[in-house]
T-cell receptor
Framework: GAGVSQSPRYKVAKRGQDVALRCDPI?????LFWYQQALGQGPEFLTY????????KSGLPSDRFFAERPEGSVSTLKIQRTQQEDSAVYLC????????????FGEGSWLTVV | QKEVEQDPGPLSVPEGAIVSLNCTYS??????FMWYRQYSRKGPELLMY????GNKEDGRFTAQVDKSSKYISLFIRDSQPSDSATYLC??????????????FGKGTLLTVNP
């Protein structure tokens, strides 16, 4: 498809388990973002990549959260030792270039930590 | 106080009604304003994008920005059941170094009843 693709769509993790969430941005998009959306809340910024460079990770809640985009296309958000408060939808988004204000979101990965 | 405040609703209207959705923001650095629509279990999709104060119209949708009072609005005319969704306002600063970071409101859940 032509949109931002995320997998898995749904993940149930036991507390303390590590999880990895994958994002395939729109082909050719330079900018990639991760947002976290808790139930009943708006998305909150986690981190930003321009190609393979992680230019901003100021929104990552703790050092248990790690994101990478090694070849400037696919990105992975990893959460170590998951806790209940990590339960949320993790949204990936991409845009053609840093100057673009049109940002396309994926459908999200729904994480539930039990 | 959050940087972008939005009444979460829920808002329920009959088909054909005019809907008014509103947000306020506190940071004068915010210069770009967007409205996203998010259907249940889907990612946000961009509806409207504005930069300057004033009105911008697109079909049944009108976005209004008043920078002097830091108030942004979305009007939906002749509302349809298919408009039932959560509407998120979002802002971006002008500074190119940080133009990627969207700050969202909580979202307003709208139901249009047939």
């Amino acid at each position: 498809g032509a949109g931002v693709s995320q997998s898995p769509r749904y993940k149930v993790a036991k507390r303390g388990q590590d999880v990895a969430l994958r994002c395939d941005p729109i082909s050719g998009h330079v900018s990639l973002f991760w947002y976290q959306q808790a139930l009943g809340q708006g998305p909150e910024f986690l981190t930003y990549f321009q190609n393979e460079a992680q230019l901003d990770k100021s929104g990552l809640p703790s050092d248990r959260f790690f994101a990478e985009r090694p070849e400037g296309s696919v990105s992975t958000l990893k959460i170590q030792r998951t806790q209940q408060e990590d339960s949320a939808v993790y949204l990936c988004a991409s845009s053609l270039d840093p100057a673009s204000n049109t940002i396309y979101f994926g459908e999200g990965s729904w994480l539930t930590v039990v | 106080q959050k940087e972008v405040e939005q009444d979460p609703g829920p808002l329920s209207v009959p088909e054909g009604a005019i809907v008014s959705l509103n947000c306020t923001y506190s940071n004068s650095a915010f210069q770009y304003f967007m409205w996203y629509r998010q259907y249940s279990r889907k990612g946000p999709e961009l509806l409207m994008y504005t930069y300057s104060s004033g009105n911008k119209e697109d079909g049944r949708f009108t976005a209004q920005v008043d920078k002097s009072s830091k108030y942004i609005s979305l009007f939906i005319r002749d509302s349809q059941p298919s408009d039932s969704a959560t509407y998120l306002c979002a802002t971006q600063p002008l500074t190119r170094g940080s133009n990627y970071k969207l700050t969202f409101g909580k979202g307003t859940l709208l139901t249009v009843n047939p």
